[in-house]
């Protein structure tokens, strides 16, 4: 089987793109990245001579280029690529537009040209939120009601994607996950980014709404998931991706620091940030009953793993968190902007 992930480099694609080189001596993998400032191909080193893997540098944004990556015995597309950071959203909506949009429908356009399967991932961001007493989960069928420009970028990438099956027929699924988190997330993301403060001595921002929960999954359990959806998926159906392990903020900031053995003096608190979603869940009955899919890591189990990681590979973030990051990420900015104009 040869599959087609774009964003490969980035933190949940390279989780997949190991899934799969690690669990199947018969597939064939290309990763397709842009390497913008969240793509790391360090995150794939080990399988850099591997035969069955190869790296395309390309923007899904780019028809010729995405269509041109698609040989013709490529099975599957598996579409991870895409803008991601809430905050950033914020800042800079049309980035996510492009990129999240006009990028999936460039994707969707050569998968028809082609014939090829797609699978897209999607966020349990784009049902909106739940009330922190609310006793219910997002179903696969629910209302998009997104409320960031994140959220909304990924439910208008998510209704081209049902589109195309219907007006194309196009053979898609698509899933919707909870949040991530493992080795090799930028540290930028909430788990991350107070691990490498706290082992740094520095203060863990947590927003005046801490107690606003989320729901949490490890990477290697999202990537089997969706590995099983691409495998034995009903084509035309979404499936959500979760696990119950519903968790506050401030709970994970606790569980850290006891973790590496700080003191919670280094908790700060600033203010919300605009539109900041109370509570996200979902049902993933189907997944579990149609598929038999069951998440395999606890909550507790990964998070001291995944400490541990940013505790033992410091070199590696270091060389991320003290890049010129801000610089990068301007001079992409100003640079889509003249590309979009």
């Given at each position: ?308 990681w940013y505790r033992d590979n410091q070199a590696w973030w ?24």
């Open positions: 089987m040869k599959i087609l992930v774009t964003g490969g480099a980035g933190f949940i694609g390279s989780a997949f793109v190991r899934y799969l080189l690690k669990n199947y001596d018969d597939v064939r993998v290309v990763n397709y990245d842009k390497l913008t400032y969240a793509g790391n191909l360090e995150n794939l080193r080990d399988f850099e001579t591997d035969p069955r893997y190869t790296f395309i540098k390309g923007d899904i944004c780019d028809y010729e280029s995405f269509l041109a990556a698609l040989d013709d015995d490529t099975d599957a597309v598996v579409n991870y690529a895409a803008e991601t950071h809430v905050d950033r959203s914020i800042l800079t909506p049309d980035i996510f537009v492009r990129n999240n949009v006009i990028g999936t429908q460039m994707v969707l356009e050569a998968c028809r040209n082609k014939g090829v399967r797609l699978h897209h991932i999607s966020t349990d961001e784009v049902f909106g939120e739940l009330e922190l007493d609310e006793d219910r989960a997002f179903k696969e069928g629910d209302t998009y009601r997104p409320k960031s420009p994140y959220s909304a970028s990924k439910a208008a990438a998510n209704h081209l994607v049902r589109a195309y099956y219907h007006t194309f027929k196009l053979p898609v699924t698509i899933s919707y996950c909870c949040n991530n988190y493992g080795p090799h997330q930028f540290p930028e993301k909430l788990i991350p980014l107070f691990s490498t403060n706290a082992m740094e001595d520095k203060s863990l921002p947590l927003f005046k709404s801490s107690q606003n929960t989320r729901e949490w999954i490890h990477a290697d359990d999202h990537s089997a998931a969706v590995d099983l959806i691409l495998r034995q998926g009903k084509i035309g159906e979404s499936y959500n991706i979760g696990t119950g392990a519903e968790k506050s903020v401030e709970q994970i900031t606790d569980l850290i620091l006891a973790i590496l053995d700080k003191p919670t003096a280094l908790k700060t608190y600033v203010p919300d940030r605009p539109g900041h979603d109370t509570r996200y869940l979902v049902d993933s009955t189907k997944i579990r009953e149609e598929l038999g899919w069951n998440p395999k890591i606890s909550f507790e189990e990964g998070m001291q793993q995944t400490v541990a270091q060389r991320v968190k003290d890049g010129s990051y801000q610089e990068y990420y301007d001079k992409y900015y100003n640079q889509t902007l003249k590309e979009v104009a």
